[in-house]
């Protein structure tokens, strides 16, 4: 069974660094031509795609959070982190780790057909 | 950035009945669509792609349609367990973007 958990603080000081780590079991972070993915939902509101990391350590982010963020794989430990720097309040969110799809041929495929439960973060001094 | 509209916010529904969601894109997405769903406290679901692919295991009371700007969502008849929030996102451009979703409620 292919499962994500995401682990890292709970709270985080304004203009620290966030770090999450995503566990990946039932499936190598290497195999097929999977994406993975974090993506966060502030609280009572909407999904917002943050990025992914490709096995071979390639990324792509949203152009909102580029400038902050650093993601990587790590094959051997079958996992993938997350790291946003000089956080504010407006970070405070549920962090979701995700497996994409990429491509099938030539047919985009970039949505998430398997999620983790999710990690709050809280930006608080 | 595509912007995605979602329509209603919320939407109030009897058990057994059908319910539509809209979800408008700001610029053609082709049939690169996805549907999710949120029930409280858990993380989403996918549940359609490709516009009205419907995943592994979700049932067949759930259809998508549409491509373009325009796609809908529809449940034929209600179950309990599918009062919750529906998510679209568009995976034909990046950044990839989603909706602000629609809480389908019990009325």
């Known amino acids: 069974q292919v499962q994500l958990q995401e682990s890292g603080p709970g709270r985080v000081k304004p203009s620290e660094t966030l770090s999450l780590t995503c566990i990946v079991s039932?499936?190598?972070?290497?195999?097929?031509?999977?994406?993975w993915s974090w993506i966060r939902q502030p609280p009572g509101k909407g999904l917002e795609w943050i990025g992914y990391?490709?096995?071979?350590?390639?990324?792509n982010y949203s152009p909102s959070l580029k400038s902050r963020l650093t993601m990587s794989v790590d094959v051997p430990r079958n996992e993938f982190s997350l790291k946003l720097s000089s956080v504010t309040a407006a970070d405070t969110a549920i962090y979701y780790c995700?497996?994409?799809?990429?491509?099938?041929?030539?047919?985009?495929?970039?949505?998430?057909?398997?999620w983790g439960r999710g990690t709050v973060v809280t930006v608080s001094s | 950035e595509i912007v995605m509209t979602q329509s209603p916010a919320t939407l109030s529904v009897s058990p057994g009945e059908r319910a539509t969601l809209s979800c408008r894109a700001s610029?053609?997405?082709?049939?690169?669509l996805a549907w999710y769903q949120q029930r409280p406290g858990q993380a989403p679901r996918l549940l359609i792609s490709?516009?009205?692919t419907r995943a592994t295991g979700i049932p067949a009371r759930f259809s998508g349609s549409g491509s373009g700007t325009e796609f809908t969502l529809t449940i034929s008849s209600l179950q309990s367990e599918d009062f919750a929030v529906y998510y679209c996102?568009?995976?034909?451009?990046?950044?990839?973007?989603f909706g602000g979703g629609t809480k389908v409620e019990i009325k």
């Open positions: 990391v490709s096995y071979s350590g390639s990324t």
């Open positions: 995700a497996r994409d799809l990429g491509y099938s041929g030539f047919d985009p495929k970039w949505y998430f057909d398997l």
């Open positions: 610029q053609s997405v082709g049939s690169n």
């Open positions: 996102q568009q995976y034909d451009n990046w950044p990839l973007t």
């Open positions: 039932g499936v190598s972070v290497s195999s097929g031509n999977y994406y």
């Open positions: 490709d516009a009205s």
